[in-house]
């Protein structure tokens, strides 16, 4: 009738060293978050002006998403400056003060850091330009002679065409991503070099971790070999499948056995987590642990689709993977690389309900929950942006577009109110709302008890006061086909009904501390709505 999968790690009370085990950390897209100067363009002095806000939504942490010096040919995953912030959001003196602000709430900070590729602007790959072939400029990235007229090699770049571009001497360097985002070559001692630096650089100004981008890249297998595909086999996907001569080579964990005694080294728990893509747990369990990383991002709860079975499944795998992995593993339903939940799940008042069913379920399981800005306003992607105002990379050549969970938030009336929804004063967001979102602004939210942004509150809250619910166990109820049931351990049951019909919350006893929508007149569980029972 039930079954208890365990979860990686049993305590319930957790040292300061291992905040991050059970932490709800908030992605901030800084471009997007609030914009303190009124440029329609978001910065770090409106990201510190909204600390007070995420404080009182109940997050523990912020991951900052690229803040660096960089012409934003990827949003910022193309650095030019490893150690200055982009103008345009402000300068280190706004990082410092941001900082100061948030360790003052009790709010940690973890800041992107990008190793696999910078940006074409980066001095580095315009001294290797300049230098020309065979220059120990060049050694630092990978530059090569081609095949004729043809590339090095049959590499795709994961935002479509070849992976290389050629350079006017003739020679072609490589990128996975987009031609402005040349690959760095990790062979050479002077990238490691530089990268520990930029580690140190982060944490002497207090950076609480980092998110490692592309963690699985870096190495490429000796020789860069063809990856032997062609035609409509597409080649390139995030995911190592253990066999692409550029995703997680073994030669990557070198690289975060010599970073992690540099985390070790710096007090309170600073921690790294991997966005790593790569087959199979097992192949995932190399990356983490006490000479590598902390934890790495499980994106498999984003894809369930909208059925009991397919969350059971993922939930149930998700937990026995921790535990063969060895840490926590993360929940996320929303970040910057993919369509909002509100969307993927039906939009409309619909998908919104879903989606904050879909979070309720998410912020009762073990371990940490990764939330996206915006998605505690219950935003949805905004899908008719019009081209010539997209800017992603991947739109560009592959038509698959993630602008729309890039558009500002809708704060509140005023200009003086970050991104301001509705005429007055400030520029225009770089991206603009929809009316529609003139329903979601904070500000409406604000004092509206049933409003998304308040029952993230709610659900957040009670998440604090319970801490055992970030770890323990899920124990899986008996419950009507179609609905999820489980029961954690301080006493509280979850019950998500994903099922066609309204369910009668009899069998589970217990008095409601939160729920995802309003119960039936007679008490019982609607359709696509969920409940934190306390027995
Ligand atoms: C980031 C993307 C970025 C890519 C290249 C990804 O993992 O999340 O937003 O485009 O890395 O840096």
Not at 7 to 27: K, P
Not at 222 to 238: C, F, I
Not at 395 to 403: A, K, N, Q, V
Request: hydrophobic share 40%; with cysteine.
């Amino acid at each position: 009738m039930s079954t208890t999968t365990s979860a990686a790690r049993a305590q319930t009370v957790l040292g300061n060293d291992d905040w991050w085990r059970d932490a709800v950390v908030y992605q901030v897209y800084p471009r997007s978050f609030a914009d303190g100067d009124g440029d329609g363009t978001g910065d770090l002095s409106g990201l510190r002006a909204k600390l007070p806000y995420l404080r009182k939504l109940g997050i523990d942490a912020i991951w900052l998403s690229p803040f660096y010096t960089s012409p934003l040919a990827d949003g910022g995953y193309d650095v030019a400056d490893y150690r200055d912030v982009d103008p345009r959001f402000g300068t280190l003196a706004d990082f410092d003060a941001m900082i100061a602000y948030a360790h003052e709430l009790d709010i940690r900070v973890i800041v992107d850091l990008v190793p696999n590729h910078c940006s074409d602007q980066h001095e580095w790959f315009q001294a290797a330009l300049a230098a020309g072939p065979g220059s120990p400029e060049r050694e630092l990235f990978h530059f090569r002679e081609g095949r004729g007229d043809l590339p090095p090699n049959d590499w795709e770049s994961i935002f479509g065409g070849p992976a290389w571009t050629q350079t006017p001497d003739g020679q072609w360097y490589l990128h996975l991503f987009a031609p402005e985002q040349p690959d760095f070559n990790w062979d050479n001692p002077a990238v490691r070099a530089e990268f520990r630096d930029i580690l140190r650089f982060w944490l002497d100004r207090g950076v609480d971790g980092f998110r490692i981008d592309v963690a699985h890249g870096m190495i490429k297998a000796d020789g860069l070999p063809n990856v032997g595909k062609a035609g409509d086999e597409r080649q390139v996907m995030m995911v190592g499948r253990g066999e692409l001569p550029y995703f997680d080579q073994d030669g990557v964990h070198e690289i975060y056995r010599e970073w992690r005694p540099i985390l070790d080294s710096y007090p309170g728990g600073r921690m790294a987590v991997a966005e790593a893509w790569v087959p199979s747990p097992q192949r995932l369990a190399r990356y983490i642990g006490r000479d590598e990383l902390h934890q790495a991002f499980n994106f498999d709860f984003m894809m369930a689709s909208w059925d009991a079975d397919s969350f059971r499944t993922i939930i149930d795998k998700s937990l026995m993977e921790a535990d063969l992995v060895g840490a926590p593993t993360t929940w996320v339903l929303s970040n910057h690389d993919k369509h909002r939940h509100v969307t993927r799940y039906g939009d409309g008042p619909v998908g919104l309900l879903r989606a904050r069913t879909g979070t309720l379920l998410m912020l009762a399981l073990p371990g940490s929950a990764y939330l996206y800005n915006g998605e505690e306003l219950g935003l949805n992607e905004v899908l008719d942006l019009p081209d010539e105002l997209r800017e992603d990379p991947s739109f560009l050549r592959t038509g698959e577009s993630r602008d729309g969970c890039r558009v500002p938030l809708p704060w509140g009336g005023t200009p003086a109110d970050g991104f301001a929804f509705g005429p007055a004063g400030a520029a225009a967001p770089w991206l603009p709302q929809p009316a529609s979102w003139a329903a979601l602004t904070a500000e409406v939210q604000e004092d509206d008890p049933a409003s998304t942004l308040n029952l993230y509150r709610q659900a957040l809250a009670v998440r604090k006061s319970n801490p055992a619910l970030g770890g323990g166990a899920v124990r899986w109820l008996a419950a009507p086909a179609g609905v999820l049931a489980f029961e954690r351990e301080p006493g509280i049951v979850v019950v998500a009904n994903l099922s066609k019909v309204p369910v009668s919350l009899d069998a589970f006893g217990g008095k409601a501390l939160v729920t995802s929508g309003p119960l039936t007149e007679t008490g019982e569980l609607p359709v696509d709505t969920a409940v934190w029972l306390q027995r």
